[in-house]
């Protein structure tokens, strides 16, 4: 079993950026691609980005280039930067984590976007 601990959500105006942090307690290093979706209420968890073994990334259109997802290997952290945010932004935020083939997700973080 796997567990993932996300921090970092909170209240931000509009424009204003976030980091989120996604603890494992699993070497992150032995996963197969770590990343990061969001829910918003009344909407379906929606894909942002992904970042593998190699540290490549993909991202959502909806997200490119304003989101960052790096990882930190030594600290089996999962990062997600967040610049130029939005109100359609505000959700919560889950990070997941596939070891082999099983995937574990995060209790979520909320992050909320003032107009």
């Known amino acids: 079993q796997v567990q993932l601990v996300e921090s970092g959500g909170g209240l931000v105006q509009f424009g204003g950026s976030l980091r989120l942090s996604c603890a494992a307690s699993?070497?992150?290093?032995?996963?197969?691609?770590m990343g990061w979706y969001r829910q918003a209420p009344g909407k379906e968890r929606e894909f942002l980005a992904t970042?593998?073994?190699?540290?490549?990334?993909n991202y959502a259109d909806s997200v490119k280039g304003r989101f960052t997802i790096s990882r930190d290997n030594d600290k089996d952290t999962v990062y997600l930067q967040m610049n130029s945010l939005k109100p359609e932004d505000t959700a919560v935020y889950y990070c997941?984590?596939?070891?082999?083939?099983?995937?574990?997700w995060g209790q979520g973080t909320q992050v909320t976007v003032s107009s």
């Open positions: 997941y984590g596939n070891w082999w083939g099983y995937v574990y």
């Open positions: 699993r070497s992150i290093l032995s996963s197969t691609a």
């Open positions: 970042i593998g073994s190699s540290s490549s990334a």
